[in-house]
């Protein structure tokens, strides 16, 4: 029997599990995919916005702001790389020019401090690389870029270390109440629980339902990236967005933390969740869009392009609140952009929400920090030196682009709630993630993964499901 | 700090026949960093035979190559690390490496050979819409799974490209029970060698489909189908032509990369056309006392020119470290005429006592055309050729008497006349 | 009766034409030399291929070994000649050159290692 059951481990379940595990309380992490990050948050911006963009009043706006302000202690906290480069919103138009006053006034509104507007010249100086078509733009200190994975998989292995049980390839089908009780099922497991919270990103209006909820309509908004060569990485500092439309806040060109550039998102409204086909018409836009912004922003230097869904609510708000139909389900929906900014203030806004029904007491036992993995590529000679004197799979390189070693994936597979296919190693440890896309290592990563899991090699996945990458011996 | 008269990056065919080079010229003090767990590079996994025909004067399998080159660093006592990865080399010539043994290494060198060989093209880079579901994979990762590791990595299989690796591996799926439904080839002719178009797919009657690319990847688990369209002549898919075809394996064989990431750390000129170095007659780079070869400074078709130009960085390195460079270097840098997509090297010193054989490729398929060297305005020589293809890399000797006539501002040109 | 193939003696590749009369080749034509014409002629009557392949090898550090044919097999009999050699396991170590089959299919060539394991 859980006190809490976490529906959905992506970013903001992954968050809001870290959280309560501040609590002493028992608690599960459910989530349908083989691993945590599965949804939404393996495949977006990475970016932590200022707050600026959302309306006034809105629970995105509070949550963006308190998020934004949390970010860089809980980045610190967790060791996940985390960067305020600032962003600039470009203006091509006097009409724009409009627009980024407009911004200017509601992120002061909205208590977004450090905001400027540029002129034409102050742009260049700051961006020389920026279109010179670009009049002028609205800048914000505030902003800075986070690796949207990395910080869901810190966040869980937090939370697993400080007792939450996270449950993998666990669909929940339906959700029983009780006694006081809620069961909460898949196909083929069950648990019960006292608190069930709905994170469940692009189906949270499913889950939702399964307690009679009608008002909640999820049409998942499909955005398309494409990552640059590490040759581009340094093409731009900030985060460079345009003029927000109805769809989204457009296109963007942005540095990540790891060095590449990443172009996009498109916004397509799509029918089907799980539908993440990358398109040649999203792809063609994104490409043409980003050299608007940045003319040397070319694809041919593409390394890899993905597609996410976001979970985009009809109402166009956050929904942070227990359920009209029963308080002891607390639903955190339609948590598209600024979702990932917000994530550390939704977590602690879900916590209040609990502590309103349940007396929290705290987990004394509560360790907030996640120790630092290695790093073969950022580590000193000296580090380098002792790590593999204390390990010598920290000297074999497995992943010849991102020069990441043995060692590394061996503790990413071992890690609490840790890798167990080819794409949660490589988020974890960005083994496959270079410029070869896992050419040259992804065949000795599914090698390294069969044999730490001690299972055939032929039993390894991509992720999960059925999605094998070898069939039977040859001979 | 340790120190070497010559480092060798690499251990494949180019890095083993570079230093067993340089040992013949009298250095002893080599060391070999090979990042696999042997020696023999790409060629391990490249079990299918015509390797050697040139320079053995016989058909040997990739191994059986690599095996005659490692006996002899072997029989040479040539030093060499296996499991070793190369992570950088500055201007000064310190290699770093690292290994599960040694741990970190730092290695001064008189000279370098930079033989780290190339990669292939992943999906990323080809812009093809759809899904990533598991069963996309390069023709060499393939390769590596059913030749070394022994496990099926697909059964009912599309190939795109239809260069040697992707044509060799649609037998060798054959062979092993797969259903290989056909190639796509987005250009209007294969890169392959003809003899593999004849003896991987026509034996086995899989069908080559020219001008056709793969727009579109379905299947959310393992690879479910793929969609295929026709192309027009300026390569973009037309539309009307697209067509479904299920599967559950998309091999890639849609062309290599050198692998230059510490060639391009040190600071080295490239050429933009090879994606490998800049270099002159003996492979030396515009970096003094570091050479390149092999398919880390241009893709090769036959491992046997592989050889024969380490060789030349061998001797390039040998001489460099002996002290014997030619002391008034002249350089010219060559130019692609018409036809010619690049030249290796680039730069030639005209003060060379020796004749200098320029290998270049063409751009496009000619027939009946004429290989034209000009040398200062002056045709130099002319050669017939049946047939021009930019899969087979051709070659032309500037002889050392015009070389001796020569000043810096003049031209050397190699182009095609049709 | 006329068949059509490709001639791969060198990179040209030349179309030919062979012109049959039952089993005899009558005529060849599409070449644009002498090697093209005795290719069809082997290509009719006997056309062969070198078999590279795998062989299963317990204890080596690969789980298998490369193997080819020692002469050209029938091209007929490529997956009969598959079929064996598939069935067959060897232990390690097991040296280039090695007979792993010895007259397979009573076609005179032997399966042997191509590399070490």
């Known amino acids: 029997m859980f006190d809490v059951v976490i529906i959905g481990a992506g970013v903001v379940g992954c968050m809001i599990a870290r959280e309560l595990s501040k609590y002493k309380l028992k608690i599960a992490l459910l989530e349908r995919a083989n691993d945590v990050a599965m949804g939404a948050t393996k495949a977006n911006s990475g970016i932590v916005h200022a707050g600026f963009d959302a309306k006034p009043n809105t629970l995105k706006a509070r949550m963006n702001i308190r998020g934004n302000v949390l970010m860089e202690d809980v980045c610190k906290q967790l060791n996940v790389p985390y960067r305020k480069n600032g962003s600039l919103v470009l203006a091509f138009s006097e009409e724009e020019i409009e627009t980024l006053k407009e911004l200017f006034e509601r992120g002061k509104q909205n208590g977004v401090e450090g905001l400027s507007l540029l002129d034409k010249a102050e742009l260049k100086a700051l961006e020389p690389n920026i279109s010179d078509e670009a009049m002028g733009a609205l800048r914000a200190e505030t902003a800075g870029i986070v690796c949207p994975y990395s910080l869901a998989i810190a966040a869980v292995e937090n939370a697993v270390t400080n007792g939450v049980e996270f449950k993998r390839n666990f669909e929940v089908t339906d959700v029983a109440f009780q006694d006081d009780v809620f069961t909460v099922s898949s196909d083929n497991d069950s648990v019960e629980c006292r608190f069930v919270i709905n994170a469940a990103g692009c189906f949270s209006d499913k889950i939702a339902a399964l307690m009679g909820e009608e008002d909640f309509h999820i049409v998942p908004r499909r955005g398309e990236y494409y990552i640059l060569d590490k040759s581009l990485g340094s093409l731009v500092d900030h985060i460079i967005f345009q003029c927000p439309t109805k769809m989204g806040k457009g296109i963007l060109v942005s540095p990540t933390v790891h060095g590449n550039l990443l172009i996009g998102p498109s916004a397509d409204d799509v029918e089907d969740n799980d539908d993440l086909a990358t398109t040649a018409q999203g792809l063609f836009d994104v490409r043409s869009l980003a050299l608007k912004s940045v003319p040397d922003a070319v694809t041919r230097f593409a390394i890899t392009s993905f597609s996410g869904n976001r979970a985009h609510d009809l109402k166009n708000d956050f929904t942070i609140a227990p359920s009209k139909y029963n308080t002891h389900f607390i639903n955190v929906e339609g948590i598209e952009s600024p979702g990932l900014t917000g994530s550390p203030a939704i977590a602690e806004y879900v916590a209040e929400i609990l502590s309103s029904m349940a007396d929290l007491q705290q987990n004394e036992s509560f360790v907030g920090t996640r120790e630092k993995p290695f790093r073969y590529h950022t580590a000193t000679d000296e580090e380098k030196a002792a790590a593999i004197a204390q390990n010598p799979l920290y000297g074999r390189i497995i992943c010849r682009c991102e020069s990441i070693t043995e060692g590394e994936i061996v503790d990413a597979i071992h890690a609490p709630a840790g890798a167990m296919d080819v794409d949660g190693v490589k988020r974890r440890t960005r083994a496959g993630m270079g410029r070869c896309q896992g050419g040259f290592c992804g065949s000795k990563v599914v090698e390294i993964l069969a044999r730490e899991l001690q299972v055939e090699p032929n039993m390894i996945t991509k992720y999960g499901k059925d999605s094998v990458l070898l069939y039977e011996r040859t001979k | ?418 | 009766m006329t068949k059509t193939m490709t001639c791969v003696a060198c990179p040209l590749g030349c179309q030919l034409s062979v012109t049959l009369d039952g089993d005899t080749v009558v005529s060849v034509t599409g070449n644009t030399c002498k090697r093209g014409d005795a290719y069809a002629r082997t290509e009719i009557s006997n056309p062969v291929r070198s078999l590279t392949t795998t062989v299963r090898c317990e204890g080596g550090l690969h789980p298998v070994v490369p193997v080819k044919t020692t002469l050209p097999i029938p091209k007929d009999r490529m997956f009969e000649c598959m079929k064996l050699i598939n069935e067959t396991v060897v232990q390690a170590p097991v040296e280039v050159g090695q007979v792993l089959i010895h007259n397979i299919l009573g076609t005179d060539a032997h399966v042997i290692a191509t590399n070490n394991n």
């Open chain 2, 1 to 418: 700090m340790l120190n070497y008269d010559l480092v060798v990056i690499g251990g494949g065919p180019a890095g083993m026949a570079a230093a067993l080079r340089a040992r013949d010229f009298g250095i002893r003090d080599i060391i070999i960093l090979e990042r696999a767990e042997t020696l023999g590079g790409i060629l391990e996994q490249c079990i299918h035979t015509g390797f050697g025909l040139h320079y053995f004067g016989e058909e040997l399998s990739g191994p059986e190559y690599a095996a005659r080159f490692i006996e002899l660093v072997e029989d040479q006592k040539i030093e060499y690390k296996v499991d070793t990865m190369v992570t950088d080399v500055t201007e000064d010539k310190v290699v770093t490496a690292v290994n599960k043994t040694d741990g970190l290494l730092k290695i001064q060198a008189k000279a370098v050979i930079l033989a780290m060989g190339c990669r292939e093209r992943p999906r990323g880079a080809l812009s093809i819409a759809g899904t990533r579901p598991s069963g996309i994979m390069t023709a060499g990762t393939a390769q590596k799974y059913v030749n070394l590791d022994g496990y099926m990595p697909g059964k009912e299989i599309v190939i795109l490209g239809s260069g040697d690796i992707g044509l060799i591996m649609a037998r060798r799926m054959t062979l092993e029970g797969a259903h290989v439904k056909m190639v796509c080839e987005l250009m209007p002719y294969s890169g392959g060698l003809t003899r593999n178009i004849v003896q991987c797919l026509d034996d086995f009657g899989i069908p080559l489909h020219l001008s056709t690319t793969v727009i579109a990847t379905h299947g959310n688990g393992r690879l479910e189908g793929v969609t295929i369209a026709k192309v027009d002549d300026k390569l973009n898919p037309i539309p009307g032509t697209e067509e479904y075809v299920a599967c559950d394996t998309l091999m890639l064989s849609v062309g290599l990369i050198p692998e230059n990431e510490l060639t391009k750390n040190i600071g080295i000129g490239m050429d933009r056309i090879t994606n490998g170095a800049v270099v002159n007659e003996m492979r030396e780079t515009d970096h003094e006392g570091i050479f390149a070869c092999g398919n880390v400074l241009h893709v090769h078709d036959l491992v046997d020119y592989v050889t024969l130009e380490a060789q030349i960085a061998g001797e390039g390195a040998a001489r460099y470290i002996l002290g014997q460079k030619a002391a008034a270097a002249e350089y010219l840098t060559l130019t692609a005429g018409n036809g010619v997509r690049y030249t290796v090297p680039q730069r030639v010193n005209i003060r060379s006592e020796e004749s200098v054989k320029v290998y270049f490729r063409v751009g496009r398929i000619y027939k009946n055309a004429k290989v034209v060297l000009t040398c200062a305005g002056k045709v130099v020589s002319s050669k017939k050729k049946v047939k021009l293809a930019p899969g087979e890399m051709e070659n032309v000797i500037i002889p050392n008497e015009v070389l001796a006539t020569l000043t810096v501002n003049d031209e050397i040109k190699i182009e095609v006349e049709e």
